[in-house]
């Protein structure tokens, strides 16, 4: 049985990357996000269904709902901020239902992951000759990721940090002043927010398996 997960059983299509972020610049690329549903009879076989893959599109990648729902409940950044992106380019039911839980999927654990995403690009960084493009990230994810312990979700277009974040990816901010900016939206972790200490695992569940016994 030949199966094309991606777009026959897709049921969540976003836009990522600079565009959503609203830091495009004129060359950047469409970043495409989305999830598929395998069809259930199909984990009846010793062969699975594949848990993500490329394409058809360029710079596309796709999750099974499965293991985008178990990245989900890690805190995983990129694919928290999959879930509140702006530019939503194709949705089913099952998809518009995900997007209804996603704040089933939140937890404080996400203090950590993206604390630790940023600290890993902090590292892979030499002050004296930084890759500019990849500090901007790493600001953004702070901001991101502040905004969600603060208010419940990710910060996903940059419109008010849009200037000064484009100056750190053209070299135009020096880097302690870069590295200023990233120590205090570390302080600003600081354990209090509003997020729950642990994701809502029962209404994720419930998502899933209505999911699966629509896809039989």
Request: include cysteine.
């Amino acid at each position: 049985m030949d199966v094309r997960y991606v777009p026959d059983h897709s049921v969540l299509s976003v836009v990522v990357g600079s565009r959503a972020y609203g830091l495009e610049t004129e060359g950047s690329d469409v970043d495409r996000r989305g999830v598929f549903v395998a069809p259930t009879r199909l984990f009846w076989r010793l062969a699975k269904p594949p848990t993500h893959l490329d394409g058809p599109l360029p710079e596309q990648f796709s999750w099974e709902v499965e293991r985008f729902c178990g990245l989900a409940l890690e805190a995983n950044p990129t694919v928290l901020e999959c879930l509140w992106s702006p530019i939503v380019e194709h949705t089913t039911a099952a998809g518009e239902e995900l997007l209804a839980i996603r704040d089933a999927f939140l937890s404080e654990r996400a203090n950590q992951t993206f604390v630790g995403y940023a600290n890993a690009q902090f590292r892979r960084l030499d002050p004296a000759h930084p890759k500019w493009k990849q500090a901007m990230h790493m600001i953004r994810l702070l901001l991101s990721g502040l905004h969600l312990a603060r208010h419940g979700e990710p910060l996903v277009r940059m419109d008010a940090h849009r200037d000064r974040l484009l100056a750190v990816r053209r070299g135009e901010l020096p880097w302690t002043e870069v590295d200023r900016w990233r120590r205090e939206l570390l302080a600003g972790f600081d354990g209090t927010g509003v997020l729950p200490a642990e994701p809502d695992l029962r209404r994720v569940e419930r998502y899933l398996t209505s999911t699966r016994e629509a896809a039989l």
